[in-house]
């Protein structure tokens, strides 16, 4: 895998851009604005947002201004957990679309799994939730569909519906590859697309990252983001520094060998955000 391939393919058949910018934490305004912005200018084609982010119509407003055509642009979006239930989710879906200015999703996520510690339902809560999402898909509102943070056992009755998920959405970075959810995924033809490929960041001072990083000539965050590629998984690298928003796409130059994938792959916990699905109190 020297060269990136542009796109992996969902199960549905659609292309989706092999790294999207991740907008959580960037700032309602002219900073989640700018960022997707330059993003689109320098190369980007797949911007990932949500509706808990805020930041929607800003996200929208910097696809806009790109100029780049619409077509061009692989945009996702996800359903917040206040807005769980059959009928919810069509009205969320409908603010999600009219925020971001746009008249279709390319992908859709219930951004988490409703859960056991909160709900006895949580199983129908999930199934209610996602036959909605289903139902705007196969009116073509949304391109593909999907979920994010799920664990294997969120999964699970999904995947007896008649249109299972394109995507999950999880945390996934060095020293947190969450390998049982990432295997179930493979195994059940799901993409994993990985939130946080740096960590929040908080990897990119990690000594064996670095060193590795180094020998590489290039830094942590460029080896954290093609370590992802080269696990399969999507990376959906956040910044809104436009030196970082293009270095984080600058991935051909090298390649990750298998003994280094395998150090990075065993490397123990070196932080992250600490959300566990099972145990989410929001
Ligand atoms: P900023 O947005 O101020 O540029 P993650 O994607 O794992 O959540 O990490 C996002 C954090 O990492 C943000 O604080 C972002 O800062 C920072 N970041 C993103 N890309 C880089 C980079 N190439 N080098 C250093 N920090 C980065």
């Known amino acids: 895998m020297n060269k990136i391939p542009e796109n992996f ?3 549905n058949g659609v292309q989706i851009p092999v790294i999207g910018l991740g907008t959580w934490q960037s700032a309602e305004g002219d900073s989640a604005a700018g960022a997707v912005k330059t993003a689109l200018l320098r190369g980007y084609r797949h911007i990932d947002t949500a509706a808990i982010y805020g930041n929607e119509k800003s996200v929208g407003r910097g696809i806009r201004e790109s100029g780049i055509s619409r077509k061009e642009i692989f945009v996702t979006s996800k359903l917040w957990n206040s807005d769980r239930g059959y009928e919810s989710a069509f009205a969320a879906f409908e ?4 925020d971001l200015g746009l008249d279709y999703l390319d992908l859709y996520l219930i951004h988490w799994p409703a859960n056991s510690r909160q709900f006895d339902k949580w199983k129908q809560i999930n199934l ?8 705007l898909y196969q009116a073509g509102r949304i ?8 664990l294997p056992h969120h999964l699970e009755p999904l995947l007896e519906t008649q249109v299972p998920p394109m995507v999950d959405q999880i945390e996934f970075h060095p020293g947190f590859m969450q390998k049982r959810t990432a295997d179930y995924c493979r195994d059940h033809g799901i993409l994993v697309e990985a939130w946080s490929p740096l960590g929040t960041g908080k990897l990119l001072k990690n000594p064996l990252l670095n060193d590795l990083a180094e020998r590489y000539g290039v830094s942590a965050a460029r080896l954290c983001i093609r370590w992802c590629l080269q696990n399969g998984a999507l990376p959906l690298p ?15 130059g090298f390649e990750i060998t298998p003994e280094d994938m395998r150090r990075i792959n065993e490397m123990g916990y070196a932080g992250g955000s600490g959300l566990d699905p099972d145990t ?3």
């Open 9 to 11: 393919t969902l199960a």
């Open 95 to 98: 603010k999600t679309l009219a």
């Open 128 to 135: 209610d939730t996602w036959r909605a999402v289903t139902e």
């Open 143 to 150: 391109r593909a569909i999907g979920v994010s943070n799920f």
């Open 238 to 252: 956040k910044s809104v520094t436009e030196s970082r928003i293009c270095e984080n796409i600058d991935l051909d």
């Open 280 to 282: 989410v109190d929001f």
